[in-house]
């Protein structure tokens, strides 16, 4: 039976949250293997002087556990 471990990562971009789940997906994948889930918690923006200066995903990200 796999063993699935879950993380928390946050993801960011000047542009916007579809960017910044992607730049998420980027770095995910090239640190874990065996990704078999990611699922957003919560998106929100950075506010600066009345305007987004940044927009955030939060997502959990789910990979299987490789037993040696």
Known sequence: MPIVKIIELIGESPN???EAMKNLITE???????ITR??????DVRLV??????YRVRAEV???VIRS
């Open 38 to 43: 990611i699922g957003v918690r919560e998106m």
């Open 16 to 18: 916007s949250w579809d």
């Open 49 to 54: 002087d009345d305007r987004v200066d940044v």
């Open 62 to 64: 789910s990979f299987r």
């Open 28 to 34: 995910a994948q090239q640190t874990l293997r065996g």
